[in-house]
């Protein structure tokens, strides 16, 4: 089992270290990945390395966490990004969005008749993307799990889990 | 099931998160508390919110987390801190204390002829206080548990689930 966490600067700090650890303690390996290879710095301040989205090979990874904060505005440009989430979707891997997260979803445009939530600020971002959104903690549709903030954290990562283990 | 988190400003952010949000994913109700109530800033930056130790009952909570970061070089001046750490220890509570953390148990007494670990900095401390220091990811002894820094995060909290759990 390995996942996938794709964000960038200015990424919401606990939904990137949260899963982060969750899934070494949980025994998954785990690698963080950004446009571009190097450290990257959360909104809050906290450090990571991430390795280049280019050099990540999907096939070898089970399911992808995108993150929250500012990073997922960027990242939704970024066809790399958009072209691994289709195929994760495609494939049937498990693909968890939080915050403000579920934007790459949009921009990638896998929310089309999905059941989905998201940070409310874009909530309007996912009905336009023809997503039924919900405004509730965790939301699971098939292969896709979206949470809307740093507080739905342990139920988001409940679910995540329970796909792990099961 | 109810823990604690005892830490104060520039508390290492990673080591306060992790353990908060794991806690709540679990099932398990979780308080910060601090020397003083409010808003305390981790030394990265994250802001969460403490209640007050003074107005904590030790007797409703079954584990005790110390973090690390900057904070316990403070904490370890604080009685009302030291009493409660000296309380849990007596009671057969679990006490976890990680990085800095342990610096915390050294103040308070209770690490003679125990063996546990902490940040390589403070290990000459922990040796002073008449530990047995291991240069080990995560050390178990009777209800204490320690470990060095946040790469250690993943086992450290599989102890103390395990522990939770058991």
Known sequence: MK???ISGHNFE???LLVPYYRF????????IASSQAGVMRGKHGYEVEAMALAAVDGKEY???????GKAPAVLRRDEVVLN?????????KTVAAICHGPLILVAAGVL???TATCHCAVAKELQRAG?????QSVVVDGNLITARMPSDLPGFMREIIRRCQG
């Open 112 to 114: 089309a008749k999905k």
């Open 13 to 15: 700090d606990s939904e």
């Open 3 to 5: 996942a996938l966490i």
């Open 62 to 68: 089970d399911l992808m966490i995108l993150p929250g």
């Open 24 to 31: 070494l303690e949980e025994g998954i390996e785990v690698q």
């Open 84 to 92: 691994l989430v289709r195929y994760f979707v495609t494939a049937g």
């Open 131 to 135: 997503a039924h959104y919900l405004d």
